[in-house]
């Protein structure tokens, strides 16, 4: 059984930082793309951060030069650092895995985690 289990997320005055991760288990073998989406309040998930099985990264417009996704592929790891946090990055952080279809940010992904809360004061 694939699990997903998010961490790092917590409140923060803006301009600051902090580093997400996301724990993968039950994975059968091989690699897999996993992305960063998040989700306000009163808004629709929106994919962050996407990193293929080639290594290929793509960003929201909203978080380029700001946060850099990263992979630990052998161990399907999952990371997110995020730097010069304002308040509308305020949300659920949820780690994804395994897109079924499409590309880059515009991926359907199989497997979710619970999320990590982020609050930008």
């Known amino acids: 059984q694939v699990q997903l289990v998010e961490s790092g997320g917590g409140s923060v005055q803006g301009g600051g930082s902090l580093r997400l991760f996301c724990a993968a288990s039950?994975?059968?073998?091989?690699?897999?793309?996993m992305a960063w989406f998040r989700q306000a309040p009163g808004k629709e998930r929106e994919a962050v951060a996407v990193?293929?099985?080639?290594?290929?990264?793509n960003y929201a417009d909203s978080v380029k030069g700001r946060f850099t996704i990263s992979a630990d592929n052998y161990k399907n790891h999952l990371y997110l650092e995020m730097s010069a946090l304002n308040p509308d990055d305020t949300a659920l952080y949820i780690c994804a895995a395994h897109c079924l279809r499409g590309q880059g940010l515009g991926c359907v992904f199989g497997y979710w985690g619970q999320g990590t809360q982020v609050t930008v004061s």
């Open positions: 990193i293929d099985t080639s290594g290929r990264k």
């Open positions: 039950g994975f059968t073998g091989g690699t897999y793309s």
